[in-house]
């Protein structure tokens, strides 16, 4: 039973639109959510997070929002840009632990110029 | 800062045959984190220590799979007798502590094809 849900396994969105990236999951327990990038042949790097007492952060292109009564998050990148066509993971826990850490299956975004 | 370093990167086995994954923590990171990925499964969990100390090795698999951290830097994943559906790709990932919600470093992975 996947607890955090990528529900599309690909997007692919034009040179300088934006790309909404979306994440379901179904423990009401998870209370710290992240979403990471990967590229081919290299391992997932840490892009931003939201705590469940936030519905928003930004940092730069990027936004996480989370709508916990819908138990979904989504990540808005705004302007994409073809260095940002990646597989994107969202990542849930709680407690404060990264031992209970669950990854989505990720979603691989290709921008194409 | 190197980053979180593993070797091999791609690693060929036959059935049967001993495999070692390393991995070097990042300095001054406390917490080492195993993962596999699979098309299938995505990623998993499959031990994690704080301090050298193994915390959670539920996500191991089966009793061929053993992890150790000789020292604060350093550690080691192995399979013994490895098998084709054992083929992966293995992340190890150092964070500052487990228990805080700082960002997980992974390594670039190793590739292990079990023929």
Known sequence: ?113 | DAGVIQSPRHEVTEMGQEVTLRCKLISGHNSLFWYRQTMMRGLELLIYFNNNVPIDDSGMPEDRFSAKMPNASFSTLKIQPSEPRDSAVYFCASSFSAETNSPLHFGNGTRLTVT
Not at chain 1, 17 to 38: E, P, Q, V
Not at chain 1, 80 to 89: K, L, R, T
């Open chain 1, 1 to 113: 039973d996947q607890q955090v849900k990528q529900n599309s396994p690909s997007l692919s969105v034009q040179e300088g639109r934006i790309s909404i990236l979306n994440c379901d999951y179904t423990n009401s327990m998870f209370d710290y959510f992240l979403w990471y990038k990967k590229y081919p042949a290299e391992g997932p790097t840490f892009l931003i997070s939201i705590s469940s007492i936030k519905d928003k952060n930004e940092d730069g292109r990027f936004t996480v929002f989370l709508n916990k009564s819908a138990k979904h998050l989504s990540l808005h990148i705004v302007p994409s840009q073809p260095g940002d066509s990646a597989v994107y993971f969202c990542a849930a826990s709680y407690g404060g632990s990264q031992g209970n850490l669950i990854f989505g299956k990720g979603t691989k975004l290709s921008v194409k110029p």
